[in-house]
């Protein structure tokens, strides 16, 4: 069975400074690794995913996240953040199948000016 | 492409009433989730369909909750009795199995909230 933690139900970020997103699963199985993005009221938008091949992926609008198998882990991050990058983020487990497909409690991304 | 739709975006009712939602999935993809959200968390799965066949139902969805996909193609989800529990958002999302690299996309939701 496959789960997700997200650490930080909130983040603040200046405008600016850098986004790190946090996301740790479980899985007894090799792991696809998903983040989503949810805007007020409106539903889910893929992100970046990773499944094979290279550790560090990039996504859509600057975001990239890198899986570390020894530490379960598939952080986000973005170098700079921008107003528009407020959202709600969720990270997501699924097996190789797309089965099991399991959503972490999402994070909460405030952007200060 | 035109992504996955689902109707209608808000829905208000009482206690008691039926509702319906519909999903109409990426055209080409032949398998069709729902997952119910509420507020602060994070989507939970209720059920899925790999074309008409209703594959998996969490235990999540009560015998008040019934999902069709008669053709394969769009879906729909029943809500009998609601209650002011059954209020959250309701995804839908679709993807095409076999692909290594299987994706779900997500549609818009519906709000449910039931008075």
């Known amino acids: 069975a496959q789960s997700v933690t997200q650490l930080g139900s909130h983040v603040s970020v200046s405008e600016g400074a850098l986004v790190l997103l946090r996301c740790n699963y479980s899985?007894?199985?090799?792991?696809?690794l998903f983040w989503y993005v949810q805007y007020p009221n409106q539903g889910l938008q893929l992100l970046l995913k990773?499944?094979?091949?290279?550790?560090l992926v990039k996504g859509i609008n600057g975001f990239e996240a890198e899986f570390k198998k020894s530490e379960t882990s598939f952080h986000l991050t973005k170098p700079s953040a921008h107003m528009s990058d407020a959202a709600e983020y969720f990270c997501?487990?699924?097996?190789?199948?797309?089965?099991?497909?399991?959503f972490g409690p999402g994070t909460r991304l405030s952007v200060l000016p | 492409d035109t992504g996955v739709s689902q109707d209608p975006r808000h829905k208000i009712t009482k206690r008691g009433q039926n509702v319906t939602f519909r999903c109409d999935p990426i055209?080409?993809?032949?398998?069709l989730y729902w997952y119910r959200q509420t507020l602060g968390q994070g989507p939970e799965f209720l059920t899925y369909?790999?074309?008409?066949?209703?594959?998996?139902k969490s235990r999540l969805l009560s015998d008040r909750f019934s999902a069709e996909r008669p053709k394969g193609s769009f879906s729909t989800l029943e809500i009998q009795r609601t209650e002011q529990g059954d209020s959250a958002m309701y995804l839908c999302?679709?993807?095409?199995?076999?692909?290594?690299?299987?994706?779900?996309?997500f549609g818009p939701g519906t709000r449910l909230l039931v008075l």
């Open positions: 990773y499944t094979t091949g290279a550790t």
């Open positions: 899985s007894s199985v090799p792991p696809y």
């Open positions: 055209s080409e993809h032949n398998r």
């Open positions: 369909f790999q074309n008409e066949a209703q594959l998996e």
């Open positions: 997501a487990v699924s097996d190789s199948y797309g089965q099991n497909f399991v």
């Open positions: 999302a679709s993807s095409l199995a076999g692909t290594l690299q299987e994706t779900q996309y």
